[in-house]
């Protein structure tokens, strides 16, 4: 699979825009630039910038894009670690001296028990393994490796909270295929490359905490608006 998202990482950081775009499979088309993955912290989104003050200890962060919020976390003092499933991503990163950075699925993380406090997954990436089972084993070994008081900073969107109509005729699309109504099969394009289709679920407040007390953890708090929140999970039983 081409590594479209390296490729976009490594030339905003050269300074271009990178417009690239993200296709839904019923044929809705969503632009965006690489450039916006390097965006000051005042830029970030309102529920990014009310959760990342609860970080805390050694961190993960996953799927970090450009290194954004590694960045700004390193500068607040914070030993912080990133994996990607993207290479050239993981080379943008190092360019920048973040070197504690890894090509590293979230579906095998290898880490020990009891390694991090905190863990990121900014962008949307609470659902960036799509299917409700592969969420939920990916949150058992976050479970797994973090320690007892640690917690999750988890981004989604409510894919409910939208008035638009191509995003509600897909919803009903998702019944008519008993699929969960927020789960997309999307693809990116850059200039003249396309890469293959990969599914990711958007879910509401209600469907995260559903979803992670199967792995041992609870929803205690969100931030920001339900069309692009941050879910802020705990270990079941701690505070």
Request: some cysteine; overall charge negative.
């Amino acid at each position: 699979m081409a590594d479209l998202f390296g490729k976009i990482m490594k030339d905003a950081l050269a300074g271009e825009d990178a417009k690239y775009s993200i296709e839904r499979d019923d044929g809705n088309v969503c632009d965006d630039l690489g450039r916006n993955y390097l965006v000051p912290f005042p830029e970030w989104s309102e529920g990014e910038r009310q959760a990342i003050v609860h970080a805390k200890g050694r961190a993960l962060d996953m799927g970090w894009g450009a290194g954004l919020v590694m960045r700004y976390l390193r500068e607040q003092g914070y030993a912080t670690v990133g994996v990607d499933i993207s290479p050239g991503g993981v080379e943008a990163c190092r360019s920048q001296g973040l070197v504690d950075t890894h090509v590293m699925s979230a579906e095998d993380l290898k880490f020990k028990p009891n390694t991090f406090n905190t863990v990121l997954l900014f962008g949307n990436n609470f659902g960036i393994l799509g299917e409700e089972p592969r969420i939920i084993k990916m949150l058992k070994t976050l479970h797994r490796i973090t320690t007892p008081d640690a917690i999750i900073l988890a981004s989604s969107r409510d894919p409910e909270a939208t008035d638009d109509p191509a995003h509600l005729k897909y919803h009903e699309w998702n019944r008519e295929r008993q699929r969960p109504v927020g789960l997309v099969r999307i693809r990116l394009k850059y200039k003249d490359a396309v890469e293959d289709w990969w599914e990711l679920l958007l879910a509401s407040p209600e469907d995260m905490n559903r979803l992670a007390q199967q792995a041992g953890w609870t929803l205690d708090t969100t931030f920001g608006p339900r069309n692009l929140y941050v879910g802020l999970l705990r270990k079941e039983g701690k505070k």
